[in-house]
Structure formats: C-alpha cells, structure tokens
C-alpha cells in the first residue's frame, strides 16, 4: 500500500471540472510541499503542480493545486478527452526520511 | 533545453549488479537535487532515492535501502545508481528526474529522462 491514498478513478464529462484527493499524514503531506504529476501510457510522467499549488510554465492554468492539513487536492477544470491519464500526488516524508507517490488515479473523460 | 539521458539498463541476473547513469544537460546540473523513480509494469509510481545538489545528502526508500547507491558527478553532469543484489522486485523501468529545488525534499521533479528498462531475469 502507498503512503499517500488516492482515489483508483474518477470520471467526469469533458467541459464539466473533476477534483483528485490524496491523503497523507503529518509526517508527510502536512508539513512538506506536495507535486502532482500526470502521465500517459509508455511516456514519463510530467509535472503539473509543485510546491503545493504552483504550476510550472507551459501548465495551463486549468490545472490548480491546494492542501489542507494531511489532505492535498488536484482540480482540472473545462476537461478535455486529452486530459484521460494517469495522475500521481507525491511528497516528502519525513519520518520515512523518503520520497513517497500515491498509488495513482486513473482520469476517465466520458 | 534541458535534458536528462539515462542509459545503463538491461537484463541482469537475480543477485547480480547493474549501474545506471543518467547524462544532464541544458541546465546547471550541480544546482539541483536529483532523484532515481522506478514503475514496475502495470503498475505506479515508485520513488527509489534522492542526492542533493552537492551530493552530501543521499536517502533511499526502504525497498532498497542497503543494496542501492546513488551518487553523482557534478564535473561530468553525470547521475549514477549502483545497484547490487538486484532481484525480481526490481524490474521496472528507472527514471532519471530533477528535482526543482536543491535540497532532498522532492518539492517537485520537474524533468524527467525517457527512463531505462532493469530486467532482472535468468
């Protein structure tokens, strides 16, 4: 099992927003800076947002990041049917004194 | 632009060594904390170690912990990754990645190699 808990899948329709939770705990998530990333089959995978809620350039900003306490979402609004992928949370965890992903969620634009 | 070329991978046999490496350019490599990420197939994400800019902090996940190394070459842009006693549990395809800060703490790995295939089969 992952330290951090994501959802397995979610869907929504394209144009409509989708929201991506990963959960964690002190010793992680609360107290150190969380990345999202999104990858697409037999590709790396790509950063969407660090430091929490920044977004690298070329990320559009329909992508956005937050945290709250041992929580961390991802939201993608106005979806598009190139957004179906795989997207992973990760962060520091410094009990763990290790890098941790979640086990990922797969992103289904019906 | 920047880019991070591993090579190294391959068939190896269980309990026997392999080493990664992983060229830097487009960018100042000795500025930046680089990190190895594993995804066996079929399956996510693994992280697998970080060293920082300078190389004086190096941690490892626990799958790991004791038979891997991670080391670099600041003169030569160059990421290693020793790894010895490899196994089954070790197949998977190995990223190289950067980090955007300097330090350890995975704020975010903003660049990513093509990754190199370990097999480890007899």
């Known amino acids: 099992q992952s330290v951090l808990t994501q959802p397995p899948s979610v869907s929504a329709a394209p144009g409509q927003k989708v929201t991506i939770s990963c959960s964690g705990s002190?010793?992680?998530?609360?107290?150190?800076?969380v990345s999202w990333y999104q990858q697409f089959p037999g590709t790396a995978p790509q950063l969407l947002i660090y430091?929490?809620?920044k977004r690298p350039s070329g990320i559009p900003d329909r992508f956005s990041g937050s945290k709250s306490g041992t929580s961390a979402t991802l939201g993608i609004t106005g979806l598009q049917t190139g957004d179906e992928a795989d997207y992973y949370c990760g962060t520091w965890d410094s009990s763990l004194n290790a890098g941790v992903f979640g086990g990922g969620t797969k992103l289904t634009v019906l | 632009q920047a880019q991070l070329v591993e090579s190294g991978g391959g068939v190896v046999q269980p309990g026997r060594s392999l080493r990664l490496s992983c060229a830097a350019s487009g960018f100042t490599f000795s500025s930046f904390g680089m990190h190895w990420v594993r995804q066996a197939p079929g399956k996510g994400l693994e992280w697998v170690a970080v060293i920082s800019n300078d190389g004086s902090n190096q941690f490892y996940a626990d799958s790991v912990k004791g038979r891997f190394t991670i080391s670099r070459d600041n003169s030569k842009n160059t990421l290693y990754l020793q790894m010895n006693s490899v196994g089954a549990d070790d197949t998977a395809v190995y990223y190289c990645?950067?980090?955007?800060?300097?330090?350890?703490?995975?704020?975010?790995?903003?660049?990513w190699g093509q990754g190199t295939l370990v097999t480890a089969s007899s």
């Open positions: 430091d929490n809620s």
């Open positions: 990645a950067k980090d955007v800060g300097q330090g350890y703490r995975m704020e975010g790995v903003v660049l």
């Open positions: 002190s010793s992680n998530i609360e107290n150190n800076y």
